[in-house]
RNA sequence: GCCCCCAUCGUCUAGAGGCCCAGGACGCCACCCUUUCAAGGUGGAGAUCAGGGGUUCGAAUCCCCUUGGGGGCACCA
């Protein structure tokens, strides 16, 4: 078997959506699977939508998420990299204009004056009828002196491409053949507009066959739209390419994955803090499965064990509960140093929004670590988990302050008792957990309490919530002075507290 | 409406005729660990393999029908 081409051709008309990511890690994978070259290119021919922001958008999460290509477009507006450019559907209009002028010479395709409304007409008249909707072929057999006289009249023509009659079939690489009459393609499809500007189903063909590619690996929404494909490749006189399509990811509703009713957007799954090699896990094995009961694969195992034959036929419903859990085994695999790195930008963006009040450097951060590698889901949860140490001014009300079992006079007693717990025996100088421990549990022994609802107690009077990582690690993280003086406060808030008679 | 595709625990899936009165993972529930929260460990509930017919000594696995779901039918991609 020759070395296969593969590519992923996101259109920049939205930034780059889950589905989109996905079918560009199959096809990842695939080529690194097999030796082959994964092409990225650019369909931008829908200029009314199509954005650079868009554009540089896909560019970057893809690269973020470490899906690499071998020929493309490298960045937003910049160079190309590879044998069969341009990439970019737009510099490539002079191609689809020869390839155009091919099959209406051939006439394989044929110009059509149908006005909007005319179409609008027939589709109507269609419906009523409870017809499929389908091109009537007013323009089908004009004469060369009709064709003449319209466009004398100044009217442009769009290219309509010649549907044979015939049975379509293919063998789809995950779902077996497949056969589609062409008597339901809704007949003569517009592959130009009538302002010189190539549609979808004829530029991808056209690329494709140009680019030599030899298998077309992507969502199950095309599958209809393939017997177009391949009668396009024949048209243009080239050999058709091997088609898997692949079962696509769900809303909960099991519809298809839209913004409307999932977060889609790779960039906002980053934002809050999902590893790339989370999501990339997450993603290989929506749809695909290693035949195995492994589950934790990097992008390299992922490109090692990669195969057509496991991947599922059925859509499936995308779990954020699962994508989280497998969020959580990543960063629990991460070096110390690489966590702290990828943490800085959640902690900046917790200070700009006014969360915590300031960030901590590399070496605060790195004895913290241990206790908070294990806590976090996502990245993004750094604030919620530990933003109490960075915070300047904590104010925690009387209500949680005291512990579910205690009244107030016994938080009252339990704090001042502790604070002079902490003073008197522990030292300024080495202030650790093994050395807070003892006197403490050695104070709720002395006067009866549970330690628990002690330590609850100084918890919340410390950190103002009643979860955070083991106390004695957090008061440690905090500092004697500031452990001291938020118990001050704590205490003060109760002498404050209105007490009822 | 027409065409195409699909169908195993709530979810992602293993399973390619006997190893399956169906295995794993997420989630859920217990228990253990434990100062809270996590993490981790152990155990549990959870699928008459959508339903019905065949084929076969034997079917989740093959065939047919039904039902259900999804996708596609543009001068969007």
């Not at 694969?297 to 994508?323: I, T, Y």
Request: hydrophobic share 40%; aromatic share 8%; glycine share 8%.
């Amino acid at each position: 078997m020759p070395a296969p081409r593969v590519r992923i051709a996101p259109s920049p008309t939205g930034p780059l959506h889950i589905g989109t990511a996905r079918t560009a890690l199959f096809n990842y994978l695939y080529a690194r699977r097999n030796g082959g070259t994964f092409v990225l290119r650019l369909e931008d021919t829908d200029v009314a939508r199509s954005t650079l922001a868009f554009e540089a958008d896909i560019l970057e999460q893809l690269h973020w998420l470490g899906i690499t290509w071998d020929e493309g477009p490298d960045a937003a507006g910049g160079e190309d990299r590879g044998p069969f450019g341009p990439y970019r559907q737009m510099q490539r209009l002079e191609r689809y204009a020869e390839a155009a002028a091919r099959v209406l010479a051939e006439d394989k395709a044929y110009p059509c004056y149908c006005t909007p409304e005319e179409l609008d007409a027939d589709r109507k008249a269609q419906e009523a009828a409870h017809k499929p909707p389908r091109y009537v072929g007013r323009c089908a057999n004009l004469t060369l002196e009709e064709r003449a006289a319209r466009e004398t009249e100044g009217k442009r023509g769009a290219l309509r491409f010649r549907v044979p009659a015939g049975k379509i079939r293919f063998d789809d690489l995950v779902r077996g053949e497949v056969e589609i009459d062409t008597a339901n393609l809704g007949g003569d499809f517009v592959i130009v507009r009538s302002d010189g500007t190539p549609l979808y189903h004829f530029t991808v063909v056209v690329d494709d066959a140009a680019m030599e590619m030899t298998h077309i690996i992507r969502g199950e929404d095309h599958l209809s739209n393939t017997p177009k494909h391949i009668l396009l490749f024949q048209a243009l006189g080239h050999t058709v390419p091997a088609f898997a399509h692949l079962p696509l990811i769900l809303n909960p509703d099991r519809t298809k994955m839209s913004k409307r009713k999932s977060q889609t957007a790779i960039a906002d799954y980053r934002a809050q803090g999902f590893i790339p090699e989370a999501l990339v896990n997450y993603l290989a094995l929506l749809g695909w499965s290693t035949g195995t009961e492994e589950e934790i694969l990097s992008l390299d195992e992922l490109a090692g064990r990669f195969d057509l034959e496991h991947v599922q036929k059925g859509g499936a419903v995308f779990d954020r509960e699962r994508l989280e859990w497998l969020n959580g085994q990543w960063i629990r695999r991460l070096d110390a140093e690489d966590l702290i790195e990828r943490l800085q930008p959640f902690l900046e963006a917790d200070r700009d929004a006014g969360r915590i009040d300031l960030v901590p450097s590399p070496e605060e951060l790195r004895p913290l670590v241990p206790i908070i590698q294990e806590r976090l889901p996502t990245l993004g949860a750094i604030g919620d988990l530990v933003g109490f140490l960075w915070i300047e001014d904590l104010s925690v009300d009387t209500v949680t302050l005291v512990p579910k079992r205690w009244d107030r006079d016994t938080t009252l007693a339990a704090l001042r008792a502790a604070r002079e717990a902490i003073l008197e025996s522990i030292g300024p100088v080495t202030f650790e957990a093994d050395e807070l421990e003892p006197p403490l549990r050695a104070l709720a022994e002395a006067r009866g309490w549970k330690a628990g609802d002690l330590f609850m107690a100084i918890r919340v009077a410390v950190t103002g919530r009643t979860a955070t990582p083991p106390l004695f690690d957090s008061l440690v993280a905090l500092g004697r002075e500031r452990t001291l003086a938020r118990l001050d406060r704590a205490i003060a808030t109760l002498e404050g507290m209105e007490v009822p008679a």
